[in-house]
C-alpha cells in the first residue's frame, strides 16, 4: 500500500521555525518522482507551497521564497519542508503529495 505521512506541525510564535517530515512507502522508485508540499488555509484553496521535479530542480511559490527549503532524504524516503520566520499567513495544513497519493495534513498554526 502506498503511503504518506507528515508530521512536525504545530503551534509556533511569528519569526519561529518547524520542519515538516513526509515519510513515504509502498513507493518502488520514488527517487525519480515529483514530490510536493502543498497548504490549505481555512476558507481557502490548496496552494503548491514547494516542489522538487524529477529531475531534482526546486521550486518554490512566492509567498514562501527564502523563508522555506524543501529536501528530500532518499534513502530514508522521506521528504521535508524546513520553514523559517514563520508569518501569521503561513497558518495552513500541510500536505505531502507523489502523483495522486496524498497524506492526511499535519497543522502549522503560527501565533502569539
Do not use: H
Request: aromatic share 8%; proline share 2%.
Amino acid at each position: 500500500e502506498v503511503q504518506l505521512v507528515e508530521s512536525g506541525g504545530g503551534l509556533v510564535q511569528p519569526g519561529g521555525s518547524l520542519r515538516l517530515s513526509c515519510t513515504t512507502s509502498g513507493f518502488n522508485s520514488d527517487g525519480y518522482r515529483a514530490v510536493n508540499w502543498v497548504r490549505q488555509a481555512p476558507g481557502k484553496g490548496l496552494e503548491l507551497v514547494a516542489t522538487i521535479a524529477a529531475g531534482g530542480a526546486k521550486n518554490y511559490a512566492d509567498s514562501v521564497k527564502g523563508r522555506f527549503t524543501i529536501s528530500r532524504n532518499s534513502a530514508q524516503r522521506t521528504l521535508y519542508l524546513q520553514m523559517n520566520n514563520l508569518k501569521s499567513e503561513d497558518t495552513a495544513v500541510y500536505s505531502c503529495n507523489v502523483g495522486t497519493v496524498w497524506g492526511q495534513g499535519t497543522q502549522v498554526t503560527v501565533s502569539s
